[in-house]
């Protein structure tokens, strides 16, 4: 069964704090990795993509760790718009395979 | 600007009523998808299409029935709606050699 496991919190920290979400998945066929934020009534975005040698967006840095099955996102200097649900994605099958999404982890970000 | 569209935001129907929800994309994407996400549960896959007139089941698909007779078309049928269909449905795009899903912004279905 192809799984994708995160916390699901809510994480509640102040602004400028620094915060990291952790997700495991089941499948070691996997071969694509993501990470969406969905906004309150609103649909899933893609935030970025993650690499085997980790990636950085400005305070967003991403990990993966294929031998543990486990990738996290960090957001440094948290600000308030940072406030979501974030979602972690697997892709398994090649090109035209499924994404398999996590059932999120909310981060409310507070003054 | 890409862009997912669906044909309701919100939409209450009655239980054993026949519900068609509505996707179109604008970006000539191959595959499109249909969700549903509940509290608790995340996203999960209903219905998936690689091509017109190609269907093919995801997760859930109990209850539901597809149609693409256009590429840029997605239909997500409910042969007899109940109430446990209650939801919030989410239709997706992308092209096969990129993984960037883009998705509609939602419909939001209740079932009475």
């Known amino acids: 069964r192809k799984e994708v496991e995160q916390d699901p919190g809510p994480f509640n920290v102040p602004e400028g704090a620094t915060v990291a979400f952790n997700c495991t998945y089941s499948n070691s066929a996997s071969q694509s990795f993501f990470w969406y934020r969905q906004d309150c009534r609103k649909e899933p975005k893609l935030l970025m993509s993650?690499?085997?040698s980790g990636n950085e967006d400005g305070r967003f840095t991403a990990q993966l760790n294929r031998a543990s099955q486990y990738i996290s996102l960090l957001i440094r200097d948290s600000k308030l718009s940072d406030s979501a649900t974030y979602l972690c994605v697997v892709r398994y099958g090649g090109s035209q395979g499924n994404l398999i999404f996590g059932k999120g982890t909310k981060l409310s970000v507070k003054p | 600007d890409v862009k997912v569209t669906q044909s309701s935001r919100y939409l209450v129907k009655r239980t054993g009523e026949k519900v068609f929800l509505e996707c179109v994309q604008d970006?000539?994407?191959?595959?499109m998808f249909w969700y549903r996400q509940d509290p608790g549960l995340g996203l999960r896959l209903i219905y998936f299409?690689?091509?017109?007139?190609?269907?093919e089941k995801g997760d859930i698909p109990e209850g539901y029935s597809v149609s693409r007779e256009k590429k840029e078309r997605f239909s997500l049928i409910l042969e007899s709606a109940s109430t446990n269909q209650t939801s919030m449905y989410l239709c997706a795009s992308r092209t096969g050699g990129k993984a960037e899903a883009f998705f509609g912004q939602g419909t939001r279905l209740t079932v009475v």
């Open positions: 299409s690689y091509d017109v007139k190609m269907k």
């Open positions: 970006m000539d994407h191959e595959n």
């Open positions: 993650v690499y085997s």
